[in-house]
């Protein structure tokens, strides 16, 4: 069964760049009829869709977020990452990555997800 | 993009039937059959109870029923059990990869 696991670091400080990692095992980054998406929730609020990526390097980014994010996909160490510019505190969350089915569009497994704080 | 509406909070007895609205626009909901729902318990992953509007994933129990109406999904959870305690949320496809979510309901077994 396909795991995901983000890391990265726990602390950002304001104006600075978020980067994580999302690490897959049990199946293949490559696997043509699955994308791979970032999640977040920040703290008393709902999940945010962020953006997905496919192994090809092909990107969809959620427009209120577009100039600040970028997704990118190492297919050689079955991982993909994200970054986001400019950090402020309504960028701290809790981020999780998934896997997106294309034939069904659903996000159906989760990493556990990773908390980031922006704080100087 | 516009957060689907959820209702803050929802809430039933055990043995009870509880259902949870997600109301989106023409745009979304009302364009696609692409509609999923994901349970999150605190400090856990979301996890996928409902896809394509109507759709169980293995594993997940027939309790979870999921329905659509127009620009509205909803998601029954019939015979509550305290384990259903949990927030849960909406998301629809709206074209091009891109996905919007619900804004979540707390769903309290009393």
């Known amino acids: 069964q396909v795991q995901l696991q983000e890391t990265g670091p726990g602390l950002v400080k304001p104006s600075e760049t978020l980067s994580l990692t999302c690490t897959v095992s049990g199946g293949s980054i490559s696997n043509n009829i699955y994308y791979w998406g970032w999640i977040r929730r920040p703290p008393g609020k709902g999940l945010e869709w962020i953006g997905s990526i496919y192994y090809t390097g092909s990107t969809y980014y959620n427009l209120s977020l577009r100039s600040r994010v970028t997704i990118f996909v190492d297919t050689s160490n079955n991982q993909f990452s994200l970054t986001v510019n400019s950090v402020t505190a309504a960028d701290m969350a809790v981020y999780y990555c998934?896997?997106?089915?294309?034939?069904?569009?659903?996000?159906?497994?989760w990493g556990r997800g990773t908390l980031v704080t922006v704080s100087s | 993009q516009s957060a689907l509406t959820q209702p803050p909070s929802a809430s039933g007895s055990p043995g009870q039937s509880v259902t949870v609205s997600c109301t989106g626009t023409?745009?979304?909901?009302?364009?696609?059959?692409?509609v999923s729902w994901y349970q999150q318990h605190p400090g856990k992953a979301p996890k996928l109870m409902i896809y394509e509007v109507t759709k169980r994933p293995s594993g997940v129990p027939d309790r979870f029923s999921g329905s659509k109406s127009g620009s509205t999904a909803s998601l029954t959870v019939s015979g509550l059990q305290f384990e259903d305690e949990a927030d849960y949320y909406c998301?629809?496809?709206?074209?091009?990869?891109?996905?919007?979510f619900g804004s979540g309901t707390q769903v309290t077994v009393l």
């Open positions: 023409s745009s979304d909901i009302g364009h696609y059959n692409y």
């Open positions: 998301t629809s496809y709206i074209g091009n990869q891109n996905y919007v």
């Open positions: 998934a896997r997106v089915t294309v034939t069904n569009r659903s996000f159906d497994f």
